[in-house]
């Protein structure tokens, strides 16, 4: 896929670096002692902190892999939303309080707060490590998309980019340049997806996509009466599809065969001396076309080349009764090149706003499947409530009913943000913007349809959405290293100078290997791995939390074992699943579970209960 | 050691019934989400019918449990601030 520059874009993103750098520098001269950089002194007022937490939560995985995914797949990436949000309402009635009421500066401190024991400062600072690292690599993997059609540069460059200004924002002055960095991010993400909608609902539907920034290319459809120049030179089975290799003008190209029609799909093809076509041709020639638009349009019982400006219910129902063109990613080589053809698929809007064509859950569901579905909404639902990064904005307002009102603002900011999302998706899959290479562009090419101006500060501001998420993410495990394991756990009793300055070192080397990270695990979309985030998160720490703060009879063993369990059977089914074996090692790896929340929760929680009550003369020894 | 809370906080004696009522609300909650996740593996194709505003039951139950935890976080803070004043004096929590 072949962008061009914008430089307004590049100058927009410019400007919100130098606000939040100059911000840093601001609240440097500020942040001297510990509180103040790992908990903004705990002063933040809690509306501030409410968009703050939108924009900590609000992350590449929302923003960009949450309308890909709905752009790519409908409503099943709108699951997405759904479990994202009703996690803040564990984190609201369960948790919000009594994190406040016991913790410090980080996660730990509150799951320590009643033992005072080096297993659970051991644990919880990994676990923080851990998770955050986790979360860390979606936020990298989306600065590194971001970058191409911004600024023209490699996938690396701007995963090195994000890297460096977050290492520096964290570095210069902690929770308190943070904290502001995000709110003006939630801000103005909440503010310009709203425009985005607006525009999509004014647009309506068409069958002929074509923006004034951008001419719609309808992919060709050949008959044997006329081949427009094209000559058949071989066929591949796949599946149940029959793939025919066309060549025109020496430009080799892929159709699909149905009776004695040539539907030509998308493709790229990487040939064996390790060149990269698309559509037949180098990049650079601009054959490979953005896709997805409405085949047919019902409005009213009505069929319509246009709907003309919709309400958002409306735009619902329009494709409720209508059919979309999606392209379906299928692999095969053809003699020593390895073939990716995006094959176009109509499918009626009715299946759209379902679930069931990411999850199998309905036709050709298997247990397995229907397991990791519900696997993956547990996931969700209990994993936004154990966020180390999450937790920690607790510790920056001054009060128990701060707190409790922060959540609620987040929960109103972070609710319509969701709702947003779906017709965001809708709108790319339906406007011709897809890029099928990487889905997680959806909603910013979306808006370069609209215009360059509204793409620009769209995706200025998804960068600085990931400039926010990271840096919550880098405060979080800085105070993991810095707080738990060397203050705490290693006992080094440090001044409150020289936790400060741990603090920014530990910044700046969990910074460096986000960066690597993020390179590594370039390609994969990026609320899916957030999914994977989530799930460590619930397993390792939820039932932690919420025993700590419901059953007596919880001990500092039993927390601390708990923990072990959660992560290592979470990331043991995560690596021997099939997502990282297909990645990395090209198999289908030890199972089909690519959630592993329903086991690894429930194993968490087991181990909890048992060994606790194995060790109650722990409790009783405090008690005595 | 210390590793109370980042600002002294005082005493809150509404802790226990603004517990009760937030489990109340989680369990409240957790119904509908599972009653959602169970409708998408029992039977999925009941998330076609079409229940409101021509807006499949899928898109509704989906926007709805959005809007309800909007809806059940403004009484959970209503109701908690309201104990908070009953039993708190002014400047605790």
């Known amino acids: 896929m072949i962008y061009g520059v914008s430089y307004l874009a590049i100058a927009l993103f410019v400007f919100f670096v130098l606000i939040v750098l100059g911000l840093s520098f601001y609240f440097a001269r500020k942040t001297k002692s510990a509180s103040s950089y790992f908990a903004a002194g705990g002063s933040i007022h809690w509306a501030v902190n409410g968009v703050a937490f939108a924009g900590d939560y609000l992350s590449a995985a929302s923003f960009l892999g949450i309308c890909g995914m709905i752009a790519f797949v409908g409503y099943d990436g709108f699951l997405y939303s759904i479990g994202y949000l009703a996690g803040w309402v564990v984190a609201l009635f369960l948790v919000a309080e009594p994190m406040k009421r016991l913790g410090k500066f980080t996660f730990t401190d509150a799951l320590d ?10 644990t919880a600072a990994i676990s923080t490590l851990i998770v955050s690292l986790f979360y860390l690599i979606p936020q990298m993997v989306g600065a590194g998309t971001l970058v191409e059609p911004l600024l023209g540069l490699d996938h690396w460059v701007g995963v090195v980019i994000v890297g460096a200004v977050v290492i520096f924002i964290v570095a210069t002055a902690g929770m308190t340049s943070t904290t502001y960095v995000q709110f003006i991010k939630g801000g103005l993400l909440i503010i310009f997806s709203t425009v985005l909608a607006i525009y999509i609902f004014t647009n309506g539907l068409n069958l002929n996509p074509d923006h004034k920034n951008q001419d719609y290319i309808q992919p060709m459809t050949l008959t044997a009466d006329d081949m427009q120049g094209f000559t058949s030179v071989s066929n591949i089975d796949v599946d149940a599809l029959s793939f025919v290799k066309m060549e025109k003008d020496g430009i080799y190209r892929w159709f699909t065969k149905d009776g004695d029609k040539f539907e030509e799909a998308m493709s790229t093809t990487k040939t064996i001396d390790g060149e990269k076509l698309y559509n037949g041709a180098p ?12 085949v047919t349009i019902i409005k009213d019982g009505v069929e319509v080349e246009s709907t003309g400006k919709v309400g958002p219910l409306k735009f619902l129902s329009v494709i409720n009764s209508s059919e979309i063109a999606r392209y379906v990613k299928v692999l095969f080589d053809d003699g020593d090149n390895e073939v990716t053809a995006y094959v176009k698929t109509v499918t009626p809007g009715k299946e759209m706003l379902i679930p069931g064509l990411k999850f199998k859950i309905g036709k050709g569901a298997t247990p397995l499947s229907k397991l990791n579905f519900i696997s993956l909404m547990l996931a969700l639902f209990l994993g936004t409530a154990s966020l180390p990064h999450i937790l920690i904005r607790y510790y920056t307002v001054p009060s128990q009913r701060a707190a409790r009102k922060s959540t609620i603002v987040a929960i109103a900011a972070i609710g319509f943000f969701y709702v947003l999302t779906m017709f965001m998706g809708l709108g ?26 509204l793409f620009a ?21 800085s105070g993991a290293i810095a707080h738990d394991l060397v203050d705490r756990y290693m006992g080094k009793q440090l001044s409150d100078k020289e936790k400060v300055r741990a603090g920014k070192i530990a910044a700046a080397c969990v910074g460096v290997v986000a960066i690597i990270l993020g390179i590594l695990f370039k390609g994969m979309n990026v609320s899916f791995l957030v999914g994977w985030a989530f799930a460590v998160a619930a397993s390792a720490n939820l039932p932690a939390i919420l025993m700590l703060l419901f059953w007596k009879k919880t001990t500092a063993k039993g927390i601390a074992s708990s923990i072990i369990v959660g992560i290592v059977s979470a ?14 090692f090209r198999s289908e790896g030890l199972h089909g579970l690519d959630s592993p929340a329903i086991i690894s929760f429930t194993l968490a929680l087991l181990t909890l209960i048992i060994v606790s009550l194995l060790t109650q003369k722990d409790n009783d020894k405090k008690l005595a | 050691m210390d590793h109370g809370p980042a600002v002294k906080l005082g005493v809150d004696h509404a802790a226990k019934r603004k517990t009760r009522l937030g489990i109340w609300m989680f369990i409240s909650y957790t119904i509908l989400y599972g009653v959602f996740v169970a409708i998408g593996v029992a039977n999925y194709e009941a998330m076609k019918i079409i229940v409101f505003a021509d807006l499949n039951l899928a898109v509704t139950y989906g926007f709805g449990l959005i809007v309800l ?7 959970y803070n209503w109701r908690c601030t309201k104990i908070e004043n009953e039993m708190n004096k002014e400047g605790e929590v």
């Not at chain 1, 339906?430 to 349809?449: F, H, I, R």
């Not at chain 1, 995706?459 to 405060?475: E, P, Q």
């Not at chain 1, 990331?571 to 099939?578: R, S, V, Y």
């Not at chain 2, 935890?69 to 009484?75: E, N, T």
């Open chain 2, 69 to 75: 935890a909007i809806i059940m976080g403004l009484i």
């Open chain 1, 571 to 584: 990331l043991g089914i995560i690596i021997t699943g099939p997502s990282i074996s297909k990645q990395f």
């Open chain 1, 113 to 122: 707060s009643k033992f005072n024991s080096k297993a659970i400062q051991l």
């Open chain 1, 283 to 294: 990049k650079e020639e601009g054959k490979f076309y953005q896709v997805g638009n409405m």
């Open chain 1, 428 to 453: 790319a899959a339906t406007n011709g913007v897809l890029n099928l290479e990487d889905g997680n562009m959806s909603a910013p090419l979306l808006a370069k349809a609209f215009g360059v101006g």
């Open chain 1, 457 to 477: 500060i769209i995706s200025a501001i998804a960068f600085a959405t990931i400039l926010g998420t990271v840096s919550g993410l880098i405060v979080a495990s």
